[in-house]
């Protein structure tokens, strides 16, 4: 297929009947539940929670900004396109909006509920139900709708487990919620999967951010949700929601600097990670500075690795992105090849339909060839599309 433009990041959001058709019977009562908001729209009730997340603002595409609501959406509404939830309707809703291919990931509050779980037989049962609903219903054109494989938060040997079945799924990537080993941090025995990953030539994806499974059940535990506070009476809770939505990308640099500072890439060169919805204009600086702080620091540090981070940034990382006209400002600092474009349908962020006039409009200037690989070209090499 020739592919010219590919959204490196889309979601989601699960249908109302997904807990139904794909996941068992027995595992029904721990399922996350479709309930009401207080303005009466439709909402998820997520492990430990007495505050539903609503769906307001994961089914934006085709709403006008003045008319985003994060309460009191449903369903049903006339103005939800189905191609929120329905996967033979999302290839419509690309058809109109131009866009040729589409790098899927799960919902993170619903894959946040069962990573979440101290019971490794409802976490596997949960990944697995989404996993058979992604690949059975939102890859009605394979070509075109490409899930990554959720992988559990149980521990290595599930994990490599897992990548096992991704493969025979004929998934092209992964996507990790936490550390293969389920652990706060990054460790040794996370090495293991690292090189099962590399045999399988699969790339790997953090969606933001990777979350440990016991700071989930803590935060489960708290009944804390995505939008804790948010709601009528509670004094500037969105104001400080929005602010956040708009830092996200904080979360990042640790977690990129430590698997660099870790020496991952000196044990295995050819793992290529790809770090979701994290924008790129701030890359740049970042790695200035972590270059920095290793040149003055590594030999207290003991921090032994064999080139400067930065290179390893480029030879072995990528990141998406959906509005950041700086980061294209300063794309050959960042890396032409190591930066895709997306929507982040059917989210917020989106510009459904007008994706088209957004790329013109942002991508002014630009040589054609890395206007290419930006939006189509890398994706295809990093995903093998072509293959």
């Not at 329905?86 to 946040?112: H, S």
């Not at 400080?240 to 939505?245: D, E, F, L, T, Y």
């Not at 339909?353 to 630009?366: A, L």
Request: aromatic content about 10%; some cysteine.
């Amino acid at each position: 297929m020739n592919y010219k433009i590919i959204s490196a990041d889309v979601h989601i959001t699960e249908p109302p009947d997904i807990w139904k058709n794909h996941l068992p019977e027995k595992y029904q009562e721990h399922a996350p539940k479709l309930v009401k908001d207080h303005e009466g729209g439709d909402a998820w009730l997520y492990a430990g929670s007495a505050n539903p997340d609503p769906i307001g603002l994961t089914t934006t595409p085709g709403k006008r900004f003045e008319d985003f609501r994060w309460h009191g959406v449903s369903y049903d509404d006339p103005d939800v396109r189905p191609g929120c939830f329905n996967g033979k309707a999302r290839l419509e809703d690309m058809d109109i909006d131009g866009i040729d291919a589409e790098i899927i990931f799960p919902p993170q509050r619903t894959i946040g509920h069962w990573l979440g779980n101290a019971d490794d037989e409802l976490v596997h049962a949960g990944v697995d139900a989404y996993n058979e609903f992604a690949f059975d219903e939102f890859a009605v054109d394979p070509k075109r709708q490409i899930p990554m494989f959720q992988l559990p938060s149980t521990g290595v040997d599930n994990a490599i487990r897992y990548l096992e079945k991704a493969k025979e799924n004929g998934a092209t990537g992964v996507v990790i919620g936490c550390w293969p080993s389920g652990k706060e941090n990054l460790s040794a025995e996370d090495d293991k999967f690292w090189a099962a990953l590399v045999e399988s030539g699969l790339p790997l994806t953090i969606h933001i951010n990777v979350i440990g499974r016991e700071s989930r059940m803590k935060a489960q535990k708290a009944g804390s949700t995505a939008t804790q506070g948010v709601k009528k009476g509670a004094p500037n809770a969105n104001q400080r929601a929005i602010g956040g939505m708009a830092g996200v990308f904080a979360m990042v640099p640790p977690t990129l600097g430590n698997m660099i500072f870790q020496g991952i890439f000196d044990r295995f060169p050819d793992l290529k990670v790809i770090l979701i919805e994290t924008g790129v204009g701030w890359i740049p600086h970042f790695m200035e500075q972590l270059d920095d702080r290793y040149w003055r620091n590594r030999g207290w540090g003991e921090i032994n690795i064999k080139e400067a981070p930065s290179y390893y940034w480029h030879q072995n990382f990528a990141a998406t992105f959906i509005m950041d006209v700086i980061g294209l400002q300063i794309r050959h600092a960042v890396g032409v090849e190591n930066m895709m474009w997306s929507t982040d349908y059917p989210h917020h962020g989106c510009d459904w339909p007008y994706s088209r006039k957004v790329i013109d409009e942002t991508f002014v200037g630009i040589d054609p060839t890395e206007r290419e690989k930006i939006l189509a070209g890398n994706a295809v090499r990093l995903w093998k599309l072509d293959q």
